[in-house]
């Protein structure tokens, strides 16, 4: 179990689950070129196959506080792909596994005291909610999103990820819509960063001169690492999420030890 710790946080890395994208990759960042694809393939090996498709994981953090005024907390960042009736099972491999990844680090569902939420596509919410009807998984847990994000799925998305996740969680009082940026403890910064989605969010582990960003979508691929403009197929914004990653990215690259903490490159843990 890979984990890297940030002052007094533990940030603990759960895969939930992995598979080959729907799409070429070359469909999905249109504009890529060939020397764009040679430094993203250095970056990251693992995430292309021999014929060239594009592997990707599905992975969730957990913040562990050990020590400190909030020792014993712990937020889950994402909730992954899912069980196997998960909406995610049109296009992802379903089920996942982060039930056993949360007792693998020692982390029952009932401590998760808060789960934020990146953004609203199923791959990241599957976990959320369970069983018919929709139980929060996470009994004892405030579920955090970017109000925007909550009124843009309500609009477009009613009768999938709206009914499948923000209904049941209106009606156990535990969704909370947030207004842009919110300090969660001294060390832990939600910092919205919209673009892939409406109010897409990311967050920011930060002690001294140590940052750790937990990018979410900001960016999914080693190709936007190497090119930050480089847009995505499937943002509903690009131009706002290139000025959300490009802000984002230099801000932890002026940190003397910056890193990144994706969901969906080949490693959990990256290194600016």
Do not use: K
Request: aromatic residues 6%.
């Amino acid at each position: 179990m890979l984990s890297r710790r940030v002052g007094p946080v533990t940030v603990v890395a759960l895969p939930d689950a992995e598979g080959l994208f729907f799409q070429p990759r070359a469909e999905a960042f249109p504009t890529a070129t060939a020397a764009h694809w040679r430094l993203a393939d250095e970056r990251d090996p693992g995430a292309v196959t021999a014929d060239g498709r594009w592997r990707l994981p599905f992975r969730c953090f957990a913040l562990r506080f050990d020590d400190g005024p909030d020792a014993g907390r712990v937020v889950l960042v994402d909730a992954g792909v899912g069980p196997a009736d998960a909406p995610a099972r049109s296009w992802a491999p379903v089920p996942g596994r982060l039930p056993a990844e949360l007792a693998a680090a020692g982390i029952a569902p009932e401590q998760v005291d808060t789960v934020v939420l990146t953004h609203l596509h199923t791959d990241h919410v599957g976990w959320a909610v369970t069983g018919e009807g929709g139980t929060p998984y996470f009994r004892n847990a405030r579920y955090l999103l970017q109000r925007a994000e909550v009124a843009a799925f309500r609009r477009h998305d009613p009768a999938g990820v709206a009914g499948y996740l923000l209904d049941p969680l209106t009606a156990a009082g535990q969704l909370d819509a947030l207004d842009g940026d919110l300090r969660l403890t001294p060390g832990v910064r939600i910092v919205a960063t919209p673009g892939h989605t409406p109010g897409h969010q990311s967050v920011l582990v930060e002690h001294a001169d140590d940052a750790l960003l937990l990018t979410g979508d900001l960016l999914v691929h080693a190709v936007q690492l190497v090119a930050p403009e480089l847009p995505y197929a499937h943002e509903v914004d690009p131009t706002t999420a290139r000025a959300s990653r490009q802000r984002l990215l230099a801000e932890l690259a002026a940190r003397p030890t910056g890193t990144l903490g994706t969901p969906h490159l080949s490693e959990p843990f990256v290194p600016l």
